[in-house]
């Protein structure tokens, strides 16, 4: 082989992992942007289905009396369970690593770190309840 074939190889060769390097990248950032889009769609799902959840009909044979009196028992206690089963939702998808604060919200955390953000919000559902 003579240095000229092997500077046209070497060159060639260069190219090829210049475009690998630019396709790697892309491809990196299309799988961030659906990880985003994933966790926010999960987020929309479980709040979805429990709103789907609480909306559906009762499947009894009650009468018409006795189903009116539990459906007010029911509805006096619905707010409460909605907000912590909110609150358990949103510590369940920061414990799996997702953002759940206004500035990151549905965005995945680095492993280990923590968001500020994300903290006080988690805090302040914590004073609430107490």
Known sequence: ?????????????????????????????????LSHENNRLRMANAQLASVVSEASPPLTDLPQEQEDKRQEETSQAVPAKRQQAGRERLQTFYQEGIHICHTFYGMKREPGEECIFCQNLLDSFQRDNH
Not at 5 to 28: E, G, V, Y
């Open 1 to 33: 082989m003579d240095e000229s074939n092997l500077t046209q190889i070497l060159a060639l060769m260069d190219s090829q992992f210049s475009q690998l390097s630019d396709t790697m990248a892309q491809l990196k950032h299309q799988v961030t942007e």
